[in-house]
């Protein structure tokens, strides 16, 4: 029998994800991950596995995705985030997703040995993407944050279960 540990878990008809980032710039340039199921990027990280701290996780990740280890630079930012599923069983349902972003210390003659890995059978790619790109990022605030960003570790709340009325 295969255990699985990721912090992933059922809470009620919800599902609660706590997840690690990377953020890997270089040349002004964030490094994403997209796949052939969604339309948009995410970024280089994957859920925490029990047994785990946030930093052993997202350098276990890093090494996993782009066959590197890479050390950390710093805690960005911490996310608490409501959303709806997308794919597979998390289909429509809502997840609450607590997440850790790390900056990653880059060396100066970084290169990418793997393009491509496979994450559940799937292939995912890794793309260079232009921190003011038009293309859709997960987290959004990337794109505003990693454009100066702040030595402070800042904390981001985001909840699609919130409608503005006035649309």
Not at 82 to 97: A, K, N, P, S, V
Request: with cysteine; proline share 4%; hydrophobic share 30%.
């Amino acid at each position: 029998m295969t255990e699985n540990k990721d912090m992933c878990v059922r809470c009620g008809e919800g599902v609660i994800n706590i997840r690690v980032g990377a953020i890997i710039i270089k040349d002004d340039k964030i490094l994403m991950v997209k796949n052939n199921r969604v339309d948009y990027y995410y970024s280089v990280g994957g859920r925490i596995q029990f047994g785990e701290t946030a930093e052993q996780a997202v350098k276990r990740e890093v090494k996993e995705e782009l066959g590197f280890e890479m050390e950390i630079d710093r805690l960005g930012f911490v996310r608490e985030a409501y959303f709806y599923g997308d794919i597979g069983d998390q289909q429509g349902r809502l997840i609450y997703e607590p997440s850790f972003y790390f900056y990653m210390k880059i060396p100066e003659d970084f290169e990418l040995e793997n393009e491509t890995f496979l994450e559940d059978g799937s292939p995912e790619y890794l793309e260079w993407v232009p921190l003011d790109t038009e293309k859709t990022i997960y987290p959004e605030f990337f794109k505003t944050e990693l454009k100066n960003p702040s030595r402070e570790t800042k904390h981001m709340v985001t909840d699609e279960r919130i409608t503005n009325d006035n649309d």
